[in-house]
């Protein structure tokens, strides 16, 4: 069974630019949320979307944005970015709509360095 | 208040002795689930185990153990005879309710000496 694929694996980008990182769940998982790594404020979540729906959004600013296809699989855009985005970015795959019982799966993650 | 707490940025065991991470949380929703993950240097957040709020039972898996004292609202993992791979990260984690998101804690940098 194959696990979660985030892709790309690294990303280098301009400050102003934008960019669209992919999340490809687990078979069968409807569940994909995202979520930004950063040594100063460590895991911080992002959105998290079910049957191609928004059900969740965190503290973010509107430049991150996300959506989901109907295979599950999953991208989220960063507009206009700026040198704090540089983090690692991080996908998770559930299988259940909902519950605290059901554990998540990650991908390898994204790592973005903004210049 | 911060819902995930791990006091311990660093920790060294010796390899094939047991070490004990901490984690405290906070939560008013009945119905919750804790989770520890481990993260080596490539970024992969691994899951290792899970504890229900409503387990009446302490989760293992393998090598490792939750100790879940809900009065005194921990879930520390107990890994068992430390091998030089366990080396990493480990995130304390938890879910409230009917949602997906995750509340990590800061996180705790294990790292096993041989």
């Keep these: ?115 | 208040a911060q819902k995930i707490t791990q006091t311990q940025p660093g920790m060294f065991v010796q390899e094939k002795e047991a070490v004990t991470l901490d984690c405290t949380y906070d939560t008013s929703d009945p119905s919750y689930g804790l989770f520890w993950y481990k993260q080596p240097s490539s970024g992969e957040m691994i899951f290792l185990i899970y504890q229900g709020s409503y387990d009446q039972q302490n989760a293992t898996e393998g090598r490792y153990s939750l100790n879940f004292q809900k009065a005194r609202k921990s879930a520390n993992l107990v890994i068992s005879a430390s091998q030089l791979g366990d080396s990493a990260m480990y995130f304390c984690a938890m879910r409230e309710g009917t949602g997906n998101q995750f509340y990590f804690g800061t996180g705790t940098s294990l790292t096993v000496i041989p």
């Design chain 1, 1 to 115: 069974k194959a696990g979660v694929t985030q892709t790309p694996r690294y990303l280098i980008k301009t400050r102003g630019q934008q960019v669209t990182l992919s999340c490809s769940p687990i078979s069968g998982h409807r569940s994909v949320s995202w979520y930004q790594q950063t040594p100063g404020q460590g895991l911080q979540f992002l959105f998290e979307y079910f049957s191609e729906t928004q059900r969740n959004k965190g503290n973010f600013p509107g430049r991150f944005s996300g959506r989901q296809f109907s295979n599950s699989r999953s991208e989220m855009n960063v507009s206009t970015l700026e040198l704090g985005d540089s983090a690692l970015y991080l996908c998770a795959s559930s299988h259940l709509g909902s519950g605290g019982w059901t554990e998540a799966f990650f991908g390898q993650g994204t790592r973005l360095t903004v210049v």
